[in-house]
């Protein structure tokens, strides 16, 4: 990131034409330069306005009026980056915002980088890691359940929960401390037996955080959701029904589709990543062989198969050879039964010796509400309050916890082997940092630019 302190500046509302536009300045000279650029309709430059007053005024560029606007002020470190802050909204348009940015830029200010406003609200301790990844994820949002998880009550959850355990942990490492630098005191709080039960009743606290990742992880990033069977068997036609789109093209003719087609959509309260696949059958066809072995490949890759079957047509071999293949799978499987609708040639009890959850539907009038109370059976759990409770959805989260339950079980296995607590109190230690990863306490450099290098210029 370029120097800490320069006056940044960016457009923050999305590009286009529109009523309003904001142009976000934020920095040591942050006032000074809206004063060059923001001329209010009075005597006192805006720089002098009291925070957080709305000022009505003129926008120059090079002294010459291009747009009139609001503006107001925030004086650091009450704002949003901790430091001084102005925010002018202007008319929306693309030339006239352009030409407002400009104005700011030849004023002395520099233009921000992505995510930098959230990146200096983050250094400035306005908010934790934690927080800007959940800002992130609330402008990706593709569903309501993701707006609440990134909710700032489910945030302050996980912060909650992540300060418990630190809390536990540095108690522990004081206690170990004195017991070590004072053997003959008796100055620690904890005997070696309370030690071990304060490690035990963290490292469960750590188990429960992780458990919640499946149904984190099934509304943020979404589930590789591969549909599956022969062809005309109505697997476009699911695939159009879940997106909620006509996608994929819907024909009579087997072998319509001949590659992958792959979309992120929301389904209920998670997210899938959702691919339609060409027909699994032999075929003399050469792009339709590419087709299926694509198809193949997919499907080893699923983490949720819906395994998609005619009930208008009786099971054949190409049936009974998907079926198989869904056994071989480590991922969890849905075998749909589609066109219910139509007169049935199949015994839909038979399906229940071969698969764990069986749905019945009709695709192609989009009655799909079974399947979606399904996926969310499996992928969300019942115990979890979505928005209320601390919910980890982040990759980067569940590696650094998994880090402190390795180092938490070292020292567990040093108490119960009867060593010295000195043994102990080295992965201790690193448990401790190991958390602070999770909420950017002690975090590289690297993963924080990673982090922000995701977001929009402007935010």
Known sequence: MRNPSSTIVAISTPPGKGGVAVIRLSGADAF???DRVFIPRGKAPLSARPAREMVFGDILYDGERIDDGLAVRFV?????TGEDTVEVSCHGGLLVTRSVLEAFLA???TMADRGEFTRRAFINGKITLTDAEAIGDLLEAKSLSAVRLAS???RDKLTKALDDIRYDLISLMSSIYARIDYPDEDLGDFTDAESLSILEGVRAKVEKLLSTYKTGRAIREGIRTVIAGKPNVGKSSLYNAISGEDYAIVTDIEGTTRDVLERTVPFGKVTLSLLDT???RETDDPVEKIGVSRSREKVGEAELLLAVFDASRPLDKEDYELIEMAKQLPC?????INKVDMQTFVDINEFSAHFEHVVTLSAKSGDIDALREMVEQLFLSEELVIGEDAILSSSRQVGALLHVREFLDGAISA???GLYADCASSDVELAIGALG???GKSVSDEVVADIFSKFCVGK
């Open 415 to 417: 108490y119960r082997a």
């Open 32 to 34: 000074a330069i809206a």
């Open 437 to 439: 990863e999770v909420d």
């Open 332 to 336: 969890p499987t849905i075998c749909v």
């Open 76 to 80: 650091a470190p009450g704002s949003f």
């Open 278 to 280: 060409a027909g699994l």
């Open 152 to 154: 700032g009550a489910s």
């Open 107 to 109: 004023a002395g200010a």
